[in-house]
């Protein structure tokens, strides 16, 4: 009898360690169809593989302020499935892309034109950084904090950023922290702060 427990917990430590390292390696979960087609939607042609909501680009003027334009699948529904989303980063002069992360993805990002400052940040909280010029590539690792900042006093810079997620999901650290309900002595505990410091972070993150 004891060697028949010892073979099944055995036997289930080898399943739960299979298991883990399935999760760990992989992405999105594997699909068992050419492509996902959303409940509501019956007759598919070449439109529903296309997305054309980046000729915002070439129709309007450079933003003012940090602008993030999605390809993921809550904007383009056929990336449903397929491992992949894109996104077009436009950094005014003096912009910043505050540190955030991507939970499901690593993202690898290509300067198209202009020049960043970028960086993240490992789980040693070792900081690496980067001067980019256009025609440079750098990627960020799944799930750790990172920024870019265009320090270029008279030059907009713009990337395009691509995910191994149909969904990779943002978390920005300030919006995080400061701009949801966890309460402020907490907050000014964690920052070895006081109150009215944190109020102050949070009345700043309100008002843009």
Request: hydrophobic residues 35%; negative net charge; charged residues 15%.
């Given at each position: 009898m004891a060697s028949t427990t010892s073979s099944m917990k055995l036997l289930f430590l080898l399943l739960s360690s299979f298991a883990i390292v399935r999760m760990a390696l992989s992405g999105d979960p594997d699909i068992l169809t050419d492509f996902l087609v959303p409940p509501d939607q019956n007759n598919?042609?070449?439109?529903?593989?296309?997305?054309?909501?980046?000729?915002?680009?070439?129709?309007?003027?450079?933003?003012t302020n940090f602008t993030v334009l999605k390809a993921s699948m809550v904007e383009f529904p056929a990336l449903n499935g397929q491992s992949v989303s894109y996104a077009v980063l436009?950094?005014?002069?003096?912009?910043?892309?505050?540190?955030?992360?991507?939970?499901?993805?690593?993202?690898?990002l290509f300067?198209?034109?202009?020049?960043?400052?970028?960086?993240?940040?490992?789980?040693?909280?070792?900081?690496?950084?980067?001067?980019?010029?256009?025609?440079?590539?750098?990627?960020?690792?799944?799930?750790?904090?990172?920024?870019?900042?265009?320090a270029d006093p008279k030059n907009p810079a713009i990337a395009i950023s691509a995910f191994g997620s149909a969904n990779a999901g943002t978390v920005s650290a300030p919006k995080t922290l400061?701009?949801?309900?966890?309460?402020?002595?907490?907050?000014?505990?964690?920052f070895r702060t006081d109150v009215a410091t944190i109020q102050a972070l949070k009345s700043g993150l309100a008002s843009k």
């Open positions: 598919v042609d070449g439109n529903f593989f296309t997305y054309t909501g980046m000729r915002i680009i070439a129709n309007e003027d450079f933003p436009e950094y005014p002069t003096g912009s910043v892309n505050p540190p955030h992360t991507h939970p499901r993805s690593a993202e690898l300067l198209v034109d202009g020049n960043l400052e970028v960086g993240f940040v490992d789980t040693t909280n070792k900081l690496f950084t980067q001067s980019l010029q256009a025609g440079d590539m750098f990627i960020f690792p799944k799930g750790l904090v990172h920024y870019q900042y265009n400061f701009a949801t309900n966890i309460d402020d002595t907490i907050l000014a505990k964690s």
